[in-house]
């Protein structure tokens, strides 16, 4: 990494007390790029100066490298392939014990805690059995959070949603769209970083134990030894016979192969073996 980028990711991590400097090298070279040009100044080194001087700003970059972005059922074949097959036989197996506990890790507003918590709600209704479900979804971002704990979104994230979610699990409200008490209170948003390298799984799940666990569009943002580091404490976190769900553009690590089976060719989705120990 060029030297100004690590002593800008280095700033960040002192100012905010959390691992800035995991995210990967050309994300954050990216972004400071792009902050550079949107205030118009020379270069990094004088942008690292602008950082240390302006107090908003800060905030401001952590934000950009958290890239924030999600959608509703956003791959929607994933989702239908977790509603056809997985939570299926996660109805009749993990949850005879009547529980079933997921992770939506890196949930960023809720959109993708509410898709798990709808096609859970609708698999349950299909089975006709309705095991407690509990849906941690956290963030490192409150902001984010909030959104989650509001419920309220811009119809620009519900493109996943078919017609008939719309009306059985949304009210329009303003100009936008309130998801249903039922769903909501399925899913419990707390802050959990990550990152942060005393804890595996958020506290107030009792540190795991998930019969699903769902981390999709974070991992990619983060340098190899970061990726192992948080891929390892998923691990550990998920029940075996549990499920992984990761993103279009994210691969089970080498040492984990023998313990993660890919479930479909394509959709991402992984069951953990029973013997998966790595
Ligand atoms: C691109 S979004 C992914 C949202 C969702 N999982 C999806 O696929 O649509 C990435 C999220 O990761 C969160 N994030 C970034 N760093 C994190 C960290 N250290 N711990 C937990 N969440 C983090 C960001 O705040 C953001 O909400």
Known sequence: MGEPVVEIL?????????????????????????RVKQL????????????????????????MLRIRF???????LQFELLRSQIMTSLSSTQSQGGFLRCWSAACAGGEEACSLAIVIDETMQLLEVCPTVQIFATDVAEDALEIGRAGYYAPGSLGGVTLRQLGAYFTPEGSGYRVSPKILSMISYCRHDLLDPNTYAPPESLFGG???????NF??????????????????????????????AEAVPDRYHAHLARIFECGNLYRKLQTGRA
């Open 40 to 63: 118009r100044l020379p270069g990094q080194t004088e942008y690292h100066q602008f950082l240390r001087h302006d107090p908003g700003e800060p905030a401001c970059l952590a934000r």
């Open 210 to 216: 998930f019969d699903l666990i769902s981390c999709r």
């Open 219 to 248: 991992l990619m943002y983060l340098d190899p030894q970061a990726y192992l580091r948080v891929f390892d404490n998923l691990f550990r976190a998920l029940n075996p016979g549990g499920v992984l769900l990761l993103g279009k």
């Open 10 to 34: 280095s700033f960040l991590t002192d100012y905010f007390g959390e691992d800035f400097q995991s995210y990967s090298q050309s994300l954050a070279e990216k972004r400071i790029a792009e």
């Open 70 to 76: 999600s959608s509703f059922f956003r791959d929607p």
